[in-house]
């Protein structure tokens, strides 16, 4: 999801990151605090409200989320067998509507938009901590879960030229020794710009 931005100007899309962080918190918080089935629904209601008023297209939201759909089919069977289809029924819902919240929040906010959100955040407590260095390290964090899906993509595809799609450590060892590499290249980068602790 990180790094997807759709760009669009309607109302969501124009609401404060902080705002919308807000609202997010607010809307997990009620779905964590509640557990009955006909709240997670009108939740997840609530849910498609909002990327209906974002227009988001229903294909872009869908591919949001593919990656929860390989996790509810594992963990779905499980609750239900341990819990019913209640139980199931409200899981599923909740993740579906944390995930799809968290999602728009990246479709429709900018990184930087984020970055002096969470400045602005932790001004208050400037005496304890640097939000400069905070949102640094946001953004690296942001930046580099891409670079490292780029990454493993690129060592599979090498990994398939090479005919050796079955042997794990054809997998890790490529992606740790680049990983590593690119640590090493964003702290010099880092330090050329005066980061150097």
């Known amino acids: 999801m990180i790094g997807l931005y759709h ?16 609202a997010l918190a607010l809307i997990v918080g009620v779905s964590a605090a509640f557990s009955a089935l006909w709240v997670q629904l009108l939740l997840l209601g609530v849910t498609a409200v909002c990327f209906v008023l974002a227009r988001i297209p229903v294909r872009v939201a869908l591919a949001q989320l593919v990656p929860l759909a390989w996790i509810l089919a594992i963990a779905v069977p499980v609750q239900f067998f341990f819990g019913g289809w209640e139980a199931a029924a409200t899981m599923s819902t909740r993740l579906t509507v944390a995930v799809a919240l968290a999602a728009l929040y990246t479709l429709t906010t900018p990184v ?9 955040m932790l001004r208050p407590l400037r005496r304890f901590i640097d939000p400069d260095r905070v949102g640094l390290a946001l953004a690296l964090a942001i930046r580099c879960l891409p670079l490292l899906a780029e990454i493993v993509r690129a060592v599979i595809e090498a990994r398939r030229a090479r005919g050796a799609e079955g042997s794990p450590l054809a997998l890790a060892v490529p992606v740790v020794v680049r990983a590593l590499q690119s640590a090493d290249e964003l ?11």
């Open 187 to 197: 702290g010099d980068a880092l330090i050329a710009r005066g980061f150097d602790d």
């Open 7 to 22: 760009p669009g100007r309607s109302l969501v899309h124009r609401m404060p990151a902080l705002a919308k962080l807000g």
């Open 112 to 120: 930087p938009a984020t970055l002096d959100a969470m400045q602005r």
